[in-house]
């Protein structure tokens, strides 16, 4: 019975050294899983590309999308292209996007972009036919001390990314709003201070020359 009372007693002290036990070890819990055979030779390939060996990658946090390693046919050959969510002690601390093509048995780095403003987060990433049948890459970027999210609108032509629109937000949703069979980005911003919600509409022009582009209204 004694025992008995000594093991109750130590419990409370158990649980408490458990939780301070779990507090530091939190981040080391939460490491991102290892890596398999073809995403460390995409790894091994932007540490070549970048010149640095301290990759640390990003994952989106939001949306379909939640791996720092995405596969998708960006350029509509056939084979998909490898995306990679990244920071690089070496280039400061905004987080970057690098796009690598599989030629021939290995992985090589073909575009290599930084957040626009020099956002360290990733929101969403998704795939989405605003210009034309061949879908565009919109991704949301998060300044992680503000909060302030920026979607940026990209296209993908001959080994390379060109940024079409950018808007801030604070919700987003594609919707084909004129039913041309290509989608509009609608957006909200919120300003707490006034109490007042802004919604704008990212949709497509066509110029006299037959030009396409994004347009707010």
């Known amino acids: 019975m004694l025992k008995n009372k000594a093991l109750l007693a130590a419990l409370p002290m158990l649980l408490l050294s458990g939780c301070m036990q779990f507090e530091l070890t939190a981040e ?20 070549q ?23 998708y046919d960006l350029d509509s050959d056939g084979e998909d292209e490898a995306l990679v969510f990244y920071q690089a002690a070496s280039k400061g601390s905004s987080t970057w ?13 073909v575009y290599d972009i930084a957040s626009p403003n020099g956002e360290t987060e990733v929101d969403f990433i998704s795939f989405q036919p605003l210009l034309s049948a061949q879908e565009n890459m919109v991704i949301g970027w998060t300044d ?7 979607a940026v609108i990209y296209s993908y032509d001959g080994a390379v990314l060109e940024e079409n629109y950018s808007e801030y937000y604070d919700k987003l949703c594609f919707y084909d709003l004129n039913r041309d069979g290509l989608l509009d980005l609608s957006l909200v911003l919120c300003d707490p201070y ?18 396409v582009s994004l347009e707010c209204s």
């Open 49 to 71: 590309a970048v010149g640095d060996s301290s990759i640390k990658y990003k994952y989106p946090e939001t949306g379909e999308h939640r791996s720092a390693f995405l596969f």
């Open 28 to 47: 080391e819990l939460m490491r991102p899983p290892a890596l398999n055979q073809e995403q460390l030779a995409i790894s091994t390939a932007l540490e």
């Open 144 to 150: 992680e001390h503000s909060g302030d999210k920026c």
């Open 97 to 109: 996007l690098n796009v690598l093509d599989h030629r021939g048995e290995q992985w090589v780095s």
């Open 194 to 211: 006034y109490e007042e919600c802004v919604v704008s509409f990212v949709i497509q022009n066509r110029d006299i020359t037959g030009e």
